[in-house]
């Protein structure tokens, strides 16, 4: 095939180029001396880049934000993203692309979509694909008009549907296919979903909007694709939650662990709503029912909606999209890390943004949430693989991993302990919503009864800078509460004197979710992906999920620790403790 072709062609370069590469790497030091014409940044100066992810989605410069319109088409797997071709910072929107095989090695190609037209002139904001009857790929995004922000919906085909990376696509003069009625807030008006079909064989999608604070998704329904009606009310609506941003919905099977294509309805299904939303800048989701007949969404009673509902990640994760993969049945989930650091270093490293790894997403036995895991072809980048087994932790002790290169790391580890005696009591005045504040107040370092144990992540020799990522089981009246925590509160030195300007100012969250999990068999499971500044981590098989973005200044590279913890009474075992270093992709988006 044409594809493996040139994947072939491109190796060789990579790999002399990743070698390269490698050796600018050995001493920390990157040359990003570079010139541009219209560039919105300051600087040129020498940076090191030892925050630069080794294995996660990265362009070579400049800023990202959103996963737009993944999909699979004829073999390849396609990622387009905003990004702002001419800087660090968000601007100048276009729909860059990126092609693999096995999304993990991206080749980058010419942006899919870009402003041109009186339709999108102002910015080509985030959208998605839809692959209709007889194999076509079509993309609907959001256009930006004029300067005030007014949205409309656009539609873009590839140009030549034999190239295998699909690297033109055509902008046809019909549109705007949607432009906002008077019941619309024209500025609050975009990012459309993946369309579905319905039994009636009229094609639905939803935008994401809101009127006054009431957060909604708008539904248009059409018969052809290119003439679309609103629907009389919006899929589903939520009082006080504000405007929702890249809205997804999709079925998840009840039964089985296959993932399932974004039109399939039936008994055995459940549909899950997730909206970003704009006031807190995470992402929530509800799983609930689609009546077909009267075209709305009925999140099932228990759900909640809004900032004190279900996350998809705790942490720093946005703007998420999904799409159903036909050639192993899944549904696949991607999402986008901002920098915590400061705009600043964002221009001196002229990047900014990252994609995370792709997320595996069925429904839990329970019926009650998603589990998500990392997608498996990430499991190809392991190298060196290091265990522990039955290995106790009494309280006060660390255990040192070591035989891996940890600030580049796949962890996988069972805590086991023998009690659930000693769990401190919940406290009824803490607020059962707010995890975080919680996980703020206890850190990794307070004593507790059961816990906190877990790992040190990206911890510099003396524990000056460390990530912990860790289990607090609380006792509540008749049941266990199990606290999660990604503490990011002294993961960087508060040293403005290192190489980072404002190094200080850089936002260190101690994220955290709680995870519903039953502790009967007396076991918690947690594993982490660490990326240099990510730490991206799994709680309980994927239950509870939180990403950190972390810039630590002397756990860097080779000079990075990483430890399995226990700060409490009770000691705690690692039945199984897996651990590898995680090698570069040979192609990373150049
Ligand atoms: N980012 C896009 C919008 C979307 C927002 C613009 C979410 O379409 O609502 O870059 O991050």
Known sequence: MEFS?????????????????????INGVEASHKVFTEFQSINSVNVRQVHRTGYHFQPTKHWINDPNGP??????????????????????????????????????????????????????????????????????YTGIIDKNNTQVQNYAVPANLSDPYLREWIKP???????????????SFRDPTTAWLGRDGHWRIVMGSRRKDRGMTHMYRSK??????????????????????????????????????????????????????????????TLGSYLAQQDRYVPDKDMVDGWNGLRYDYGNFYA???????????????????????????????WAGIQLIPRTIVLDPSGKQLLQWPIEEVETLRRNKVELNNQKLAKGEKIEIKGITVAQADVDVTFTFNSLDNAEPFDPSWDRYDAQKLCSQKGSTVQGGLGPFGLLTLASENLEEYTPVFFRVFKDQNKHVVLMCSDA????????????????????????????????????????????????????????????????????YGNAHLYAFNNGTETVNIESLNAWTMSRPLQMNH
């Open 320 to 350: 998420s999209k999904s799409f159903f993969d036909p050639s192993k049945n899944r549904r696949i989930l991607w999402g986008w890390a901002n920098e915590s650091d400061t705009t600043d270093n964002d221009v001196q490293k002229n």
């Open 489 to 556: 509160s002294r993961s960087s030195l508060m040293d403005p004197k290192t190489h980072m300007k404002n190094g200080n100012d850089a936002y260190r969250p101690s994220f955290a979710g709680f995870v519903n999990v039953d502790l009967k068999d007396k076991k918690l499971s947690l594993r982490s992906l660490i990326d240099n500044s990510v730490v991206e981590s799994f709680g309980a098989g994927g239950k509870t999920c939180i990403t950190s973005r972390v810039y630590p200044t002397l756990a860097v």
């Open 224 to 285: 052809d694709f290119m003439h679309w009606t609103k629907a009389g009310h919006p899929l589903h609506s939520s009082a006080g939650t504000g405007n929702w941003e890249c809205p997804d919905f999709y079925p998840v099977s009840i039964s089985g662990k296959n993932g399932l294509d974004t039109s399939v309805m039936g008994p055995n299904v459940k549909h899950v709503l997730k909206v970003s939303l704009d006031v807190t800048r995470y992402e929530y989701y």
């Open 173 to 187: 003069d019909n549109n705007p296919l949607i432009v906002a009625d008077q019941s619309v807030n024209k500025t």
């Open 71 to 140: 999909m699979y088409y004829n073999g390849v797997y396609h990622l387009f993203y905003q990004y702002n071709p001419k800087g660090a910072v968000w601007g100048n929107i276009v729909w860059a692309h990126s092609v693999s095989t096995d999304l993990i090695n991206w080749k980058k190609v010419e942006h899919a979509i870009y402003p041109s037209k009186p339709f999108d002139q102002f910015g080509c904001w985030s959208g998605s694909a839809t692959i209709l009857p007889g194999n076509k790929p079509i993309i609907l």
């Open 5 to 25: 072709k040139s994947a072939v062609n491109w190796a060789l370069p990579v790999l002399l180029l990743s070698c390269f590469l490698a050796l600018l790497n």
